[in-house]
């Protein structure tokens, strides 16, 4: 059943919770979740500090610092793509820059668009551009994903664009040294840093339409306490990241890039679903095939027409 | 006696648990998967009955899936040749009594114990870009730098995996060229050396010929384990990059277990079977005519 | 006679040289494993510069190596147990007993050679989780013992052939019911089928991943081979652990190898031979 009327009736709920498009339907909420992952650039301050280098704003200022870093014989980003997924992460960055956050539901939500539009292709010539300036170790498509994260820890590489679920790990190699940023803007483009994060929501809770009203009336209690900002805070604190503002977090005990990352939290406005969850294990296994084949020095045209005829064949042509 | 050997309930206990195990899991299944096959089906949904779409489907649209049988193909052929020759050159070379015989072809014989897996994973680390046997080896003799990912690319990936079954198989198939060898008469060898035949002549017309039913034993098995490789593909490369070095076997595994397309998963597993039926039966009749039974 | 002399070197070098490729990566593996991350990059071709025995008995202490064991054993041993009686009662039946059926099937029985293990894996991972078969050991075991139905029943029914039949004669006219005379005469006769048999069972249960993959979803279930596959993946950069598991998987099968050699080599040949 819808939580709108729940969410907006309770003001704490309202306050605290940040609609994100994962539990609607039809323009309602559905279900909230607690949990939150979200993708970023781990940096490492040391390094930018001993470089003079400021965290990028634009993508001019991102490719002067792979040039910098990997001119001092630093590798720029940390990036293993053995697993595919991987490597998709900058591209879905880069084509929100470019298309803004709503143009990739065409294709993974509405299932109307097309991968072969201009825009995909266009994403897939700037993460080429990215890997040709030297941007990721050698032999970065096959590098197993604990070693690309080593590559980070051990400060041989500068970067390293990774979700949330290693906030904890990273934080407890790096301490104080660990910062992150959001990709930064691409002139000419329509989507924002400041507002378009990638995310995905885990724990989503819902309240069955069928309920007697009764347990449903159980439900809405359990739904407020859950979700009340005392519990969310208190979840918060334990380590996991939450979709809420206004939480209360202790920052003595918190490490600070949490902190951080909460206040930036506040500002997102759009949040852009990993691709592969959304096409599904068929589709969205080929996606992220798709763009290790591209970094591969595969044709992206010739890719993703090849991934369309796959998404086709999988939703029926439409 | 006759009545006692005809004891049908005798006959029955004795026979049955087999036959009821065996029925269960192999042919029973087996009509249950070509059955699959004309289904959609994905375990949550209802079973819809979907005619020839997904054979359909498998051969008019699935690229991937012609990238397999391409694959496969390309698979039985690179092992047959890096097997076959390899096998039996070692078996002629250890049949005539050489210092340390017994030696080499047990040692020879040893990899096939090992499990697929042990295996798959061992090639791994000797293929590994940075700090596998490999390249280490290349760099002793050259290029200092060299770190290709041989599992990794696409043009290397499938024949990689051909050379670590091929490590693990020879000396499977120099085995039973041994067995045939060894059981030719000693007259013939005798015969042949008394008119004056070189060892070369020696093979070519009294051992190939004599070993022509363990060839054709030696081919068939080959052919229908290449075609049904799987441990070693899903551990080395997972049919990557790419699909590069996907299999028929990988190919049906990740559609049927990771995507949950049961009925489609059911089509390839049934194209898989008529693969290994067909050519059991085409190189059985290649090699009627060769058999020599009698000599 | 020089040319012989060359060419008679000339095979050696073939045959040395097979050996070093068998022998030598065993031996990195074994060698690498010992070492640490760094040292396994920078001094690949070195003994170890610390050796580290502590991967191996963390292995068994952290990650569980134990308990894989311990399965395999379980599945194989059990297996093999349940295989040997099933299909020397049927080959019994098949080779020395009289009904219409017995040829029919043996033949329907070694149909079964030239079905490969994927072409059933599907309808038998719906039928175990419909029937609810939680544990899936049974479900398990009992596929592997339909898979080593043909072969078992081939063999030994081709053996059981070649014993005279006065054997049961002689035993039934003493007052003997002939499931008696098949086991208190004709098994003890079994032993060198029975021992090639085994050698089969045991080693194709053992190295199996495929079902085991499909049918085995809890960590304490996991068999040698499903159980190490994990070494690959999450603990990739930790080079140790994962050849340290690799040596352990294989030194079983080496050590066993070394014993039996002989009858591994001809009893696995037979098989092979007679399918």
């Keep these: 059943m819808a939580l709108d009327d729940i969410i907006n009736g309770d003001e704490e709920l309202k306050n605290t919770y940040i609609p994100y498009r994962l539990a609607q339907f039809d323009g309602k909420t559905y279900a909230i979740g607690y949990t939150l992952t979200t993708e970023v650039y781990y940096y490492n301050k040391e390094l930018f500090a001993q470089y003079n280098v400021n965290v990028p704003k634009t993508y001019e200022e991102l490719m002067n610092l792979i040039k910098l870093f990997k001119g001092k014989g630093i590798i720029p980003m940390a990036m293993g793509n053995q697993d595919p997924w991987v490597g998709s992460l900058p591209y879905m960055f880069v084509f929100d820059r470019i298309a803004g956050p709503f143009k990739y539901e065409e294709t993974c939500f509405d299932k109307t668009g097309k991968f072969t539009d201009p825009e995909y292709i266009r994403a897939a010539e700037i993460i080429v551009e990215i890997a040709e300036a030297g941007a990721y170790p050698n032999n970065f498509n096959t590098l197993n994903y604990d070693e690309a994260k080593a590559l980070f820890t051990s400060g041989k590489a500068a970067m390293y664009p990774m979700g949330t679920w290693e906030l904890a790990n990273l934080a407890k190699e790096m301490g104080d040294n660990l910062g992150f940023f959001n990709f930064p803007d691409i002139e000419g483009g329509i989507g924002k840093s400041e507002e378009d994060w990638v995310c995905s929501q885990d724990g989503a809770t819902s309240i069955s339409a069928k309920s007697s009203a009764d347990k449903t009336e159980a439900a809405i209690k359990f739904l407020k306490f859950i979700f009340s900002t005392e519990r969310l805070s208190d979840l918060a604190m334990s380590g996991a990241l939450v979709p809420a503002k206004g939480l209360i977090l202790d920052e003595t005990k918190l490490q600070k890039v949490s902190i951080d990352i909460y206040s930036q939290l506040e500002n997102v406005k759009y949040s852009i679903i990993p691709w592969d969850n959304l096409l599904g294990p068929n589709v969205g296994k080929e996606f992220n095939l798709s763009t290790q084949s591209i970094y591969a020095g595969k044709n992206p045209a010739e890719v993703f027409a090849n991934l369309q005829k796959i998404a086709d064949m999988e939703w029926g042509s439409k | 006696m006759e009545k006692v050997l005809s004891n049908k309930p005798v006959i029955s206990m004795l026979i049955f648990p087999a036959l009821i195990i065996y029925c269960l899991v192999v042919p029973i299944p087996v009509i249950a998967s070509v059955y699959y096959s004309f289904t959609s089906w994905d375990l949550i949904g209802e079973m819809r009955f979907s005619g020839l779409q997904n054979y359909v489907n498998l051969f008019l649209h699935d690229d991937i899936f012609r990238l397999c049988i391409k694959n496969t193909v390309v698979f039985l052929f690179v092992s047959i040749l890096l097997q076959e020759p390899a096998a039996f050159i070692f078996s002629v070379l250890l049949t005539k009594g050489v210092r340390g015989q017994k030696f080499f072809r047990n040692l020879f014989f040893m990899p096939i114990v090992f499990s697929g897996v042990s295996v798959s994973l061992m090639f791994y680390f000797v293929y590994h870009p940075d700090a596998g046997v490999v390249n280490n080896l290349i760099r002793l003799f050259g290029n200092k730098e060299f770190s290709f990912a041989w599992l990794g690319e696409e043009k290397t990936a499938l024949l990689s995996v051909t050379v670590a079954l091929a490590w693990q198989y020879i000396g499977y198939h120099m085995t039973i060229y041994i067995s045939g060898i060894s059981s030719i008469p000693k007259e013939l060898f005798e015969a042949a050396r008394i008119d004056g035949a070189n060892e070369w002549m020696v093979v070519k017309h009294i051992i190939f010929p004599m070993l022509m039913p363990m060839i054709q034993v030696s081919m068939i098995l080959i052919t229908t384990s290449s075609l049904k490789a799987f441990d070693y593909i899903y551990i080395m490369t997972y049919g990557g990059p790419a699909h590069a070095s996907e299999v028929i076997a990988s190919h049906m595994y990740s559609k049927a277990f990771v995507q949950l397309k049961y009925g489609y998963g059911s089509a390839i597993s049934t194209v898989l079977m008529v693969l290994c039926i067909i050519s059991s039966v085409i190189l059985t009749k290649v090699f009627k005519d060769r058999v020599y039974s009698d000599v | ?275």
């Design chain 3, 1 to 275: 006679m020089n040319k012989n002399a060359m060419l008679s070197k000339i095979k050696y070098i073939f045959l040395y040289i097979y050996s070093i490729i068998i022998i030598f990566p065993l031996l990195f593996i074994l060698i690498s494993s010992l070492k640490d991350n760094e040292d396994i990059f920078t001094n690949p071709w070195g003994l170890p510069k610390v050796y580290h025995w502590n991967t191996y008995l963390q292995l068994f202490q952290k990650y569980g190596m134990g308990i894989y064991f311990l399965n395999s054993l379980y599945y194989s041993i059990l297996g093999c147990i349940i295989s040997i009686i099933v299909c020397t009662a049927a080959a019994y039946a098949i080779s020395r007993l009289k009904w219409k059926l017995s040829g029919i099937t043996l033949g329907f029985l070694l149909l079964g050679l030239m079905i490969p293990a994927h072409s059933t894996i599907i309808p038998l991972f719906f039928l175990s989780s419909k029937i609810g078969l939680k544990n899936p050991k049974i479900s398990l075991i009992l596929i592997f013992v339909a898979f080593s139905i043909p072969t078992s029943v081939y063999i030994l029914a081709s053996f059981m052939k070649s014993i005279p039949r006065e054997m049961e004669e002689s035993a039934v006219i003493d007052g003997c019911s002939i499931i008696g005379a098949f086991i208190r005469i004709i098994t003890p006769l079994l032993k060198t089928p029975i021992a090639t048999v085994t050698i089969f069972t045991f080693l194709g249960i053992w190295n199996d991943l495929l079902f085991s993959l499909v049918f085995i979803n809890k960590e304490s279930d996991k068999n040698l081979q499903l159980g190490i596959m994990k070494f690959l993946g999450s603990y990739g950069s930790r080079y140790g652990i994962l050849l340290s598991a690799i040596v352990v998987s294989m030194l079983p099968a080496i050590i066993v190898y070394i014993m039996l050699q002989d009858k591994i080599v001809d009893g696995l040949t037979a098989g092979a031979v007679k399918g």
